[in-house]
């Protein structure tokens, strides 16, 4: 239902854009959300937004520095990040479901993940 991409390898202070392609008749209406986990952390909130208006919700550590969008007639949403940082090094997921949320509980359907690595 999910396929996320776009993860690399980045030095800190550069740029990453991962996509997140939905499909399937019940995510053309789903809010849309990234989160990330690193290495022996639990799974936070990155990012979400509202399939209706479009409107995004970001964590306060990625604010001014990640930006969600989405394409609904492509229905694909994006994660672009600017000026990455060493502890944003996660695994990231998307996620959707039919209640915007800033925790992962009220999302159907998750992506299988990708990389983000930043070094130093």
């Known amino acids: 239902q999910l396929q996320a991409s776009g993860g690399g390898l980045v030095q800190a202070g550069g740029s990453l854009r991962l996509s997140c392609a939905a499909s399937?008749?019940?995510?053309?209406?789903?809010?849309m959300g990234w989160f990330r986990q690193a290495p022996g952390k639990e799974r936070e909130f990155v990012a979400t937004i509202r399939w209706r208006d479009r409107k995004t919700y970001y964590a306060d550590s990625v604010k001014g520095r990640f930006s969600m969008s989405r394409d609904n007639d492509k229905n694909t949403a994006y994660l672009q990040m600017n000026n990455l940082k060493l502890e944003d090094t996660a695994v990231y997921y998307c996620?959707?479901?039919?209640?915007?949320?800033?925790?992962?509980?009220?999302?159907?359907?998750w992506g299988q993940g990708t990389q983000v690595t930043v070094s130093s």
């Open positions: 996620a959707a479901g039919p209640e915007l949320a800033t925790y992962s509980r009220p999302y159907t359907y």
């Open positions: 399937g008749r019940d995510t053309h209406t789903s809010n």
